[in-house]
């Protein structure tokens, strides 16, 4: 079995790729094949202390030549020749050699004496020191049916003709591998072991050493480019095989670690393909040994092989392959439906199916026959049955966002784990639910104090949530929301306008209403009613009365027409286009009112309203004037001259007829009244002293006791006393 040559001129080429594939793998076995050769010197080392190469001073130099077909050739079997040269341990170290090459496990090798008595029988070992020639290599590979011949030369070279040993004399050997059907070399090893004056040549301890390096380097460098492939390794034994959802399976025998360590896959599109390895190989531990290929097609054939690796990083020719079919897609869905008249949303059903590879189904929709299916959701749960369509809506929201009065088309399609899709189902559709219906029986309530009452019949859809009110100025518009009147039992509302837009006085307004459902949609506009607000009351009629009153004035005004009047508001000002503070709020049923603690000959502008129990502010009347009774005016020209009685003071009389007295006052330090004059004269006597000066003012006061602003101040000086200077 271990000889057998695959037979198929395809399936060279396909070990081949095998080879190519599998050297990233055995790259990562460098670091461990270097540390191995360390080793190997280091006990080279300790075994033969007396020839180790480090001793010597000139070094074993080994050389390796592998041919680009080391790849691609498989080697049922080889014979290694006798060696010739001029050494005398030829075929002692051609024994070294083959148990060496033996032990990498990469050629299946004709046993010595099997290949002499072979060679012997046919007369063609005869001579060992002829040269090697190809046509005598295939000849003699020939007649021992051996794919491959390993030729070995060991011969002195001598650089001078001189007896004595020199620098570069050394003994060369070379070790060919060659292929019979193309006569040409595999591989060459190439070793230089100096000759010195220590190194004998008949110890063949340097030469075992140097073919030791030389076969392990070999085997190394053979992985690396990857020419790993060999019949010495047994084929892996494929247990059982199946596919899955885009997945294949294979069983593996696993064997001890001595014949595999690790199983390699490999797959090809066909039988006679390309084989390529599917990921890292496995390490067989625990059998079976479960191989895996993922990502495939699906309901797609594969053809597959294995392969089993030593712990060198040989690997066995590949199987014979075996083709694996992935599963399709899964079953379609049956007996769906649909159900609408639903607020924006759809209710889907079906029946489950009895694939085992369906893990959820897949939700398509369209709104016309003729447009595409989109996908609108997703079921990851086998078992479901159901789904109800809410558009674009989120979880938290709590109604659909499908289009109102609509139909929408369905199919659903069961989905296995990668999310393949089954087939469609059948395509049913549904309609979702309108509008609201308008509201009815609207109706308007009249003259009502700045607002209007409004009533009408409850809508009996609990999807309704409230109602939205719109008011206008004419029957015609523009109206314009007003309010929002929420849930649908609400029968009724009062329309008293807002803070910064509050309906007028006797004026009429027209309304509509809307049912509008919890997701906002609105129903058409309900018929048109129209009522006007109470008027205000009538304006105030004023009383002329009694003008020049001191610090007062004094106001009259006509009871208003209407029977509601609350109360009146009387208002003061400065100018008759500025009267804004109220003074006086008057009961209804009182008409006159009395403004006090007035200036003196100032006037004053007033305007009355009335109020009626809806406090609704009647217009002001126009301004009414009062002007209140002035001061009396300064006295004039008062004049002082000193006389033998004292000092006289003398004035103009002032022009007011009700004057009743002057009030005469000093004037120093602390001012002081001195008298209260009826006329416009007074005689000042009182401790009056010589030589010294006096001042006096004036005032005038009438019979209301308003006293005038004090006049200009006079000065007199009294004459001294005689003879005083």
């Known amino acids: 079995m271990c000889e057998r040559l695959p037979n198929k001129s395809n399936s060279s080429k396909r070990y081949q790729l095998h080879r190519d594939a599998s050297t990233l793998h055995y790259e990562q076995m460098s670091m461990l094949k270097g540390i191995f050769l360390i080793t190997l010197f280091l006990l080279l080392h300790a075994f033969y202390p007396s020839h180790t190469l480090a001793e010597t001073k000139r070094q074993t130099a080994i050389d390796i030549d592998i041919q680009p077909a080391a790849k691609s050739t498989l080697f049922n079997k080889v014979a290694i020749l006798p060696f010739v040269g ?5 075929q002692e170290l051609r024994s070294v050699f083959h148990i060496q090459l033996d032990q990498t496990n990469k050629y299946p090798l004709m046993a010595a004496s099997q290949t002499d008595f072979l060679l012997d029988k046919t007369k063609d070992n005869a001579d060992t020191t002829k040269k090697i020639s190809p046509l005598s290599v295939v000849a003699k590979g020939k007649k021992l049916q051996s794919r491959g011949i390993i030729t070995g030369t060991i011969n002195h070279v001598q650089a001078s003709s001189e007896s004595e040993v020199t620098v570069n004399d050394h003994f060369r050997m070379l070790i060919t591998l060659w292929d019979i059907q193309t006569a040409k ?14 190194t004998p040549p008949l110890d063949v301890a340097i030469f075992t050493d140097a073919l030791q390096q030389a076969t392990r380097l070999l085997l190394d460098r053979l992985i690396r480019m990857g020419a790993i492939y060999t019949p010495k390794i047994q084929v892996p034994i494929i247990l059982s095989k199946q596919g899955t959802i885009r997945q294949i399976q294979i069983a593996v025998q696993a064997t001890p670690q001595s014949i595999h360590t690790s199983y390699q896959l490999l797959r090809a599109k066909t039988a006679a393909g390309i084989f390529h390895p599917i990921g890292q190989p496995i390490a067989g531990k625990t059998p079976p040994l479960i191989l895996e290929d993922e990502n495939l097609e699906d309901a797609t054939t594969y053809w597959y092989t294995v392969t089993g690796y030593n712990s060198d990083g040989l690997a066995s020719i590949p199987g014979q392959p075996f083709s694996i079919t992935t599963r399709g897609k899964p079953q379609t869905v049956a ?10 949303q759809i209710h889907l059903s079906w029946v489950l199916t009895h694939d085992p590879d369906v893990t959820g189904y897949v939700i398509y929709r369209k709104t016309k026959k003729a447009e595409t299916l989109i996908k609108v959701a997703e079921i990851d749960d086998p078992d479901q049955q159901s789904y109800l369509d809410r558009g674009s809506a989120k979880s938290y929201e709590r109604y659909g966002k499908l289009s109102d009065s609509t139909e929408y088309f369905y199919t659903v399609r069961s989905r296995n ?22 509201p009815s ?37 523009p109206f314009s929301q007003i309010a929002f009147i929420d849930g649908h039992l609400t029968q009724k509302t009062v329309d008293q306008g807002s803070l910064n837009n509050q309906l007028f006085d006797n004026t009429r307004y027209y309304y509509k209403l809307q049912a509008v459902n919890v997701v906002n949609n609105h129903s058409q506009d309900s018929k048109i009613v129209a009522a006007t607000t109470k008027p205000v009351p009538k304006t105030v009629k004023a009383l002329a009365l009694t003008q020049n009153l001191v610090k007062k004035a004094e106001l009259g005004w006509q009871q208003n027409p209407e029977t509601d009047i609350h109360q009146y508001q009387i208002f003061r000002g400065d100018l008759p286009d500025n009267i804004s503070k109220k003074v006086a709020t008057i009961p209804a049923g009182r008409y006159k009112f009395m403004d006090t603690g007035l200036a003196d000959g100032h006037t004053y502008w007033y ?11 009647g217009e002001f009347s126009g301004p009414i004037k009062k002007t209140t009774k002035p001061r009396p005016a300064i006295p004039t020209r008062l004049q002082a001259a000193p006389t033998e009685q004292g000092i006289l003071l003398t004035w103009n009389k002032n022009s007011e007829k009700d004057i009743v007295y002057y009030k005469v006052m000093t004037i120093g330090f602390l001012n002081k009244e001195i008298g209260r004059p009826s006329t416009n004269q007074f005689l000042f006597t009182q401790e009056v002293e010589a030589d010294r000066e006096y001042r006096f003012q004036i005032l005038a006061v009438d019979k209301d006791g308003l006293e005038s602003n004090t006049s200009a101040t006079v000065s007199v000086r009294t004459p001294p006393v005689a003879g005083e200077k």
């Not at 007996?335 to 924006?344: H, S």
């Not at 089954?422 to 308008?438: H, I, M, R």
């Not at 019949?457 to 009110?469: I, V």
């Not at 305007?607 to 502010?617: E, G, Q, Y």
């Open 86 to 90: 001029s050494h005398p341990a030829l």
């Open 335 to 344: 007996n769906i439906n649909a159900t609408g008249n639903d607020l924006r």
């Open 607 to 617: 305007a009355i309203r009335a109020i009626d129990n809806d406090s609704l502010k």
């Open 441 to 477: 029986q609207l109706k308007a309530i009249d003259n009502q104090p700045r607002k209007i009452s409004l009533s009408w019949k409850e809508d009996s859809d609990s999807h309704t949530k409230g109602y939205a009110l719109f008011r206008a100025t004419s029957e015609i518009g």
């Open 185 to 198: 070399p595999v591989w060459n090893i190439t070793i230089k072991v100096p000759l010195t004056s220590d």
């Open 417 to 438: 784990r990668v999310k393949v899709e089954s087939e469609d189902s059948l395509v049913v559709s549904a309609v979702t639910k309108g509008s609201p219906a308008p």
